[in-house]
T-cell receptor, first 114, second 111 residues
């Protein structure tokens, strides 16, 4: 059974610092990995989808890396801003399947102080 | 596209009442998912559909929960009878080619 872990559970940084969020998963036979952002009281917003064949994916100040063999992904957010404060979740689909049944990590709650 | 649409956004009901949550997926998406989120258990997948057909309902907690997808643009999640422990935020999501898009959720409170 796939298990997804995110450490730390919470993170507080001053504005301008780079953020590093970690995600680990137990079964490396994944098709892709997805990072989401969730604001309080809101739904999840997809940030990045990184395919198993990719080592990294970039969107603006966000960069996600994937190391399947070690079961890890890292989300980097450069030059953090107060608006980046949110909970960030990673999720992987059922091993050897695509487009279905995501298993989520517990999330990392980020606070960027102005 | 307006994204995934859910209604109602908030629902407060008394224990024992029937609750129906509704979802309209993004047009053209072939997968639809129902999730539940609580502080204690995080995000849990309840059931998902592919091309309107239920594929995996192993996450549905009890027979009190049921879900239908009568067509490609509409799905319902029903709880009958509702209990206080069903209080949570229920999300619907849809996907095409793997990337899932979530609706804003329905916050359900059962008193």
């Amino acid at each position: 059974k796939q298990e997804v872990t995110q450490i730390p559970a919470a993170l507080s940084v001053p504005e301008g610092e780079n953020l590093v969020l970690n995600c680990s998963f137990t079964d490396s036979a994944i098709y892709n990995l997805q990072w989401f952002r969730q604001d309080p009281g809101k739904g999840l917003t997809s940030l990045l989808l990184i395919q198993s064949s990719q080592r990294e994916q970039t969107s603006g100040r966000l960069n996600a890396s994937l190391d399947k063999s070690s079961g890890r992904s890292t989300l980097y957010i450069a030059a953090s801003q107060p608006g980046d404060s949110a909970t960030y979740l990673c999720a992987v689909p059922t091993p050897k399947a695509a487009g279905n049944k995501l298993t989520f990590g517990g999330g990392t709650r980020v606070l960027v102080k102005p | 596209d307006a994204g995934v649409i859910q209604s109602p956004r908030h629902e407060v009901t008394e224990m024992g009442q029937e609750v129906t949550l509704r979802c309209k997926p993004i047009s053209g998406h072939d997968y639809l998912f129902w999730y539940r989120q609580t502080m204690m258990r995080g995000l849990e997948l309840l059931i998902y559909f592919n091309n309107n057909v239920p594929i995996d309902d192993s996450g549905m907690p009890e027979d009190r929960f049921s879900a239908k997808m009568p067509n490609a643009s509409f799905s319902t999640l029903k709880i009958q009878p509702s209990e206080p422990r069903d209080s949570a935020v229920y999300f619907c999501a849809s996907s095409l080619a793997g990337e899932q898009y979530f609706g804003p959720g329905t916050r359900l409170t059962v008193t």
